[in-house]
């Protein structure tokens, strides 16, 4: 079969009259942002929720009403936050403003990377394949293992004694 196939009638007729008709997605993602030129996502990990919304500006990150260098003190989760912007190529270019509730702080920045991470494929479509190769929008789905009754822990057992 030498013929090339570019258009959605060239698939159908190679599908020919007797095969089921074959529908082809030939749409490109849209951007999708608000009346104020936000994109928003929600961001989670353990038991954190992150509620985040970017816009272009000066990479500004504010998250509960604080500035991140002030919220995430320590220089390993403000790495964290700053890894999708890294991957994208895009530093520098948004503001990102950020409610996180629940889990601890290590949680929250991963919640908030995992928020940023959705935004910006949201915001510009075309930084979807960096982002995914990256495994940012993956939700990290692993959560504390809830204790059983009988048992010390989750899977903890008390000390056997056979007498």
């Known amino acids: 079969m030498s013929d090339e196939i570019n258009t959605l009638e060239d698939l ?6 007797g095969a089921a008709t074959i529908e082809v997605d030939l749409a490109t993602r849209e951007p999708v942002r608000d009346e104020l030129g936000r994109s928003y996502a929600t961001g989670k990990r353990k038991d954190a929720i992150a509620r985040v919304w970017i816009k272009p500006g000066s990479g500004k990150v504010t998250v509960n009403g604080k500035d991140m260098n002030v919220y995430f003190a320590r220089p390993v989760l403000q790495m964290i ?3 999708p912007f890294t991957v994208a190529g895009v530093e520098g270019e948004f503001d990102v403003t950020a409610t996180v509730k629940g889990g601890g702080l290590s949680g929250q ?3 908030v990377k ?3 991470s959705k935004a ?3 915001y510009n479509p ?4 960096a ?3 990256a495994g940012f929008l ?3 789905s692993r959560v504390v293992e809830r204790k059983k009754y009988g048992k010390a822990k989750a899977r903890k057992s008390f000390q056997f004694s056979k007498r």
């Open 12 to 17: 159908q007729a190679v599908a020919g009259s």
């Open 81 to 83: 936050l700053a890894q």
């Open 109 to 111: 920045a991963g919640a």
């Open 114 to 116: 995992h928020g940023v």
């Open 120 to 122: 910006l494929q949201l």
């Open 126 to 129: 075309s930084l979807r394949g």
């Open 131 to 133: 982002l995914k190769a």
């Open 138 to 140: 993956t939700r990290d």
